[in-house]
């Protein structure tokens, strides 16, 4: 709370702060009555400064868990729910129930929305497999290396680490254009917007980066989904 307080002081009146998010994916073994309590003095830190930026929380991985938790728009006015939505972690059977699992999440945002908080998908990828390089933390081996058929690509990356994992490359740019899609989908109408992880890395990890998915081909253009 104490950050939060110096850091709303700091920052929260500034012109290109929209909302301060009081923190970043509390883990799933964390208690809810600890957490929500702590998202109930985080609100009155941030309001004791300013009444003017969104107080963002985040649901923790565990989406249905908020039903009716702050949603009293008069007495909690601009607060919203962050939801992250990765495929990269969990092990999937092909890429059609990538895509299926894309398509699916719209409704779980309509329902976060309905009973909740103003929601947006505040990170998401088309990181099919944790491949990406240090992407579970540094020098941790990805999970996928030593899944039975599976295995990531070594790749030529900057000193001092020369050498990363990647994705294989093992689907094809239909399969990421429509997974894209599905997803882009999903976000814009069942939840408030998005935020793709990410703009751009700086080791190569080809479904994590903007810039190359988009320099590929892979990335649809706005009138596909919107």
């Not at 972690?89 to 299926?100: G, K, L, P, V």
């Not at 941790?140 to 295995?151: I, K, L, N, V």
């Amino acid at each position: 709370l104490d950050v939060i307080d110096t850091m709303t002081s700091q920052f929260g009146s500034h012109e290109a702060v929209w909302g301060i998010e009081l923190v970043n994916e509390p883990w799933l073994s964390i208690d809810m009555d600890t957490l929500r309590q702590f998202y109930l003095d985080g609100y009155d830190v941030v309001r004791s400064h300013t009444d003017d930026v969104t107080v963002v929380l985040h649901d923790s991985f565990r989406p249905t868990e908020w039903a009716g938790f702050m949603n009293d728009t008069e007495k909690y006015p601009r607060t919203a729910m962050d939801t992250h939505r990765y495929q990269a972690f969990d092990d999937f059977a092909s890429d059609d129930d990538h895509i299926s699992q894309a398509c699916a999440m719209k409704q779980d945002l309509i329902n976060m929305e309905e009973t909740g908080l103003l929601t947006f998908v505040g990170e998401w990828s088309l990181g099919t497999t944790d491949c990406a390089h240090w992407l579970k933390g540094l020098n941790q081996e990805p999970h996928a290396q030593s899944t039975p058929g599976y295995h990531c690509k070594n790749v030529a990356c900057p000193a001092p680490m020369n050498e990363c994992t990647d994705d294989p490359d093992a689907s094809s740019p239909d399969f990421v254009r429509n997974f894209a899609n599905a997803y882009l989908d999903a976000a814009e109408t069942g939840s408030h917007g998005w935020i793709f992880w990410t703009f751009k890395t700086e080791l190569p990890a080809q479904r994590w980066d903007f810039f190359e998915l988009n320099a590929r081909g892979e990335w649809p253009a706005p009138d596909e989904y919107l």
